[in-house]
Structures are given as C-alpha cells and as structure tokens.
C-alpha cells in the first residue's frame, strides 16, 4: 500500500522595527507589532481560515480516512492569541475533529540545535507543554525547524523518549541510490525517519502556478496519477510513503486562490481515495503500518528543506549572518544567567530563524525566494536592525547586574 503523508509547517515570525543606532539605551520597542499585525490578519484571511475549513470539510467527508499533519510554531500561536483568536478556534476546530496529529518542534523556530543544545531541548519541551495546552495532546512525531537535521539532532531528539518519529528533507546527498518512499531508523536506530519526496511537494508548494512549467495546469487528476505510478519500484510488497511537507501558506498566500490551488486541494484526496492500494496516514501512524525492517541512514552534516543546496546556508552563508547568530547565542546566555524571565521571553524571540534568513545575500532563484519573503529593502538593513537590538538587550541586562 503506498500513503500519502501530509504534514504542513504554520509560521509567522515576529519581524523587527527598524531598530536605529541612536534607539540603543532609549528604546525597548524590538518588534514591529503593527507589520506583524498586518501580516496575521492577512494571511488569515487569504490561506488559514478557508483552508481550515476545507480540510475540515475533507476529514468529516471521508469519514477519517483522508488525515493531515500540523507543525505549528509557539511564535505563531502567541501571535494568533493576541490577534487572530478566531483562527487559533479555527485550529482547535481541527484538533477535535480527530484528523490532525500536531508535531513537536522548537517553540520560537530557531536555530538552537546547531548552537546551543540546552536551549533546544528547553524550546522543544516548552513547545509540547504548548500543544497539550492549545490541542489536548503530547506530539510523538519531530521535526526540527526548516526540517534541520543530522546525527546530532537524532541523539538530542534521543533525550526526549516521547519522540518516535523525525521528519527531515529527502535530499539526494544522503539518499544516494535510496528512496524517499521507504522509511528509515536514524544513525542509531533509536527512531523512526520520514524522509520529504521533495520532487512532488515542490511541484505544489512552488511550481503550481507556473506558467511555464511544462507541467502546467497541475490537476488533482494528474497529480495522483503520478502517484498512482510509484508503487512500480516495489517489488517485495513493501508498504510506501509519499511524504509531502510543505508551508500551510502555500493554500492562498504563496499560491493565490485564483491558481486554482484551493479546488486542487479539495480534489486531491477524491482522486487518490478511487484507488483502494493507496490512502493517507499521519506521521505517528506509520510505525503502525510498517511491514518491513527500516534500514539505518547516518546523516553526518546538517540538511534542511530550504533553497537548492537543502543545508544550512539559507542562515549562515555570509558573515553577517555568523556574527549575527553567534552574537545572539552569548546575550540569550547573560540573559540567562541574568535571572530576568522578562528579558528571557524577548530574547528568545529574537533566536527565529527567518531573521537570519532575511540577511542571506545568495542570488539568482534562491536570492528572489528570499527577497519574497524579508520585509526589509536589504540583507545589510536586516543585519543592521538586529545587532543594534542585541546591543541594547545586552545593555540592559549588564545595567541590570551593575545595579
């Protein structure tokens, strides 16, 4: 049986006010709370509360046989709880419903795995304390921020045992000859890995609207032929996973609603389901089905979803951005040590990834990705903002100690 395992990341960032020189030792106002606002609001309207309702639509539909998977990040939902509670419902909605799984991951989205493993484990914890407060459940299955991951993640994710599961990208570097649509154990063996059959995923989450993209108009139909043809490789009766990982934002606001993008959706699990070999399956349920031994795959160096290279480079491919992270991990530390649970809140809303996204200076299709998604004019400018903040938090924290 080959299934389809939907898992969606849900993010916005609390993107900063432009935070000048002169704002040092005068001004605590780190974050651009009216864009942040606007953006919210926004994106409700465009992607989040329709595409709830349509998914919410499909479950009840299908009678729990179509099912999808949600990552959420804490930095969205305190945002939600302050501006949008009705969308906040409206994910409550689908954790009743029984058809969603709700994944673990780094409360504000950071980087803490390759920089401070203390404080990755201290997001993930708070992350699941999260879910259980917002959702009524205790997630089983990670996935590290932009799906990150390497050996080291596994052995971290080793110290929370409630963890059976880790998705990651299925990059060709460390596949080799391997499939995506097997699952494998980690380096040691300890969990579960689901790996991203990015081939398929990108060609909604990026390519859909395409115009020239030879495959365009991309169907419902057609999509699950494709994956109607994949079971060929297996010849020993194995069971497969199609795992399609992709932003929540693709449904409205990456891909606008007059692509077509929301009738696709609908149609796609109508057009999967004909078939009685093929159905849909969350990530914790896979381990239920599996009908084979997974082999081992040691991933030595860190991979990611993002850009071409699927590594690290997306936040730490130019000085700026180095100095940038590694500035922050030693405030986050005075900070801590500091005793100011205050500061600590702020601080480590300052550790989300997508800040240091918004200073990547790469260029040509991955440069416009990154352009697309920064609210500043450029990298330097996002650069600039951010270390000024980190100058004035670690001023408040050493005028604190002083006193």
Excluded at 30 to 57: I, M, P, Q, S
Excluded at 155 to 161: E, F, S
């Amino acid at each position: 049986m080959l299934n389809v395992v939907l898992y969606f990341q849900v993010h916005q960032p609390r993107r900063l006010a432009q935070y000048r020189v002169l704002d040092i030792g005068r001004s605590h106002q780190y974050f651009n709370d009216n864009l942040n606002r606007t953006v919210v609001n926004k994106v409700a309207e465009k992607c989040y509360l329709r595409t709830n309702r349509l998914l919410l639509d499909l479950i009840d539909k299908f009678n729990g046989k179509f099912k999808v998977a949600f990552s959420i990040t804490g930095a969205f939902i305190e945002q939600l709880r302050e501006f949008r509670p009705d969308v906040l419902k409206s994910f409550k909605d689908l954790a009743d419903s029984g058809g969603v799984e709700f994944l673990g991951e780094t409360y504000y989205h950071s980087l803490a795995s390759l920089f401070d493993q203390d404080e990755f484990i201290e997001q993930v914890q708070m992350h699941s304390e999260l879910m259980k407060t917002e959702f009524g459940c205790k997630p089983v299955t990670f996935r590290n921020t932009e799906l990150i991951y390497c050996d080291q993640v596994a052995d971290l994710i080793t110290k929370m045992p409630q963890f059976k599961t880790i998705l990651t990208e299925g990059a060709d570097k460390i596949l080799g000859w391997r499939s995506p649509l097997y699952s494998y154990k980690t380096h040691k063996g300890r969990q579960l890995l689901l790996l991203k059959y990015y081939s398929l995923a990108d060609d909604i989450a990026f390519r859909f609207s395409d115009k020239n993209w030879s495959s365009y108009p991309l169907t419902a139909k057609r999509f699950a032929g494709w994956l109607h043809k994949l079971p060929l490789i297996e010849k020993h009766g194995r069971n497969l996973y199609v795992n399609l990982f992709m932003d929540y934002e693709t449904f409205g606001e990456h891909q606008w609603s007059d692509t077509g993008i929301f009738d696709f959706l609908w149609d796609l699990p109508h057009k999967v389901l004909k078939n009685d070999f093929f159905g849909f399956c969350q990530p914790q349920e896979v381990i239920k089905t599996l009908n084979y031994k997974p082999a081992p795959l040691s991933v030595h160096y860190p991979i990611s979803w993002a850009d071409c290279e699927r590594d690290t480079s997306a936040w730490l491919s130019n000085p700026m951005q180095w100095n940038a992270v590694k500035t922050f991990y030693d405030v986050l530390t005075k900070v801590k040590n500091s005793g100011r649970k205050d500061l600590l809140e702020t601080a480590r809303r300052l550790s989300t990834s997508d800040l240091y996204y918004y200073m990547c200076t790469k260029y040509f299709n991955d440069g416009d990705v990154h352009k697309y998604f920064s609210p500043y004019s450029t990298p330097e400018e996002a650069y600039v903002y951010f270390v000024n903040i980190l100058a004035d938090l670690e001023k408040t924290v050493e005028e604190e100690a002083v006193v």
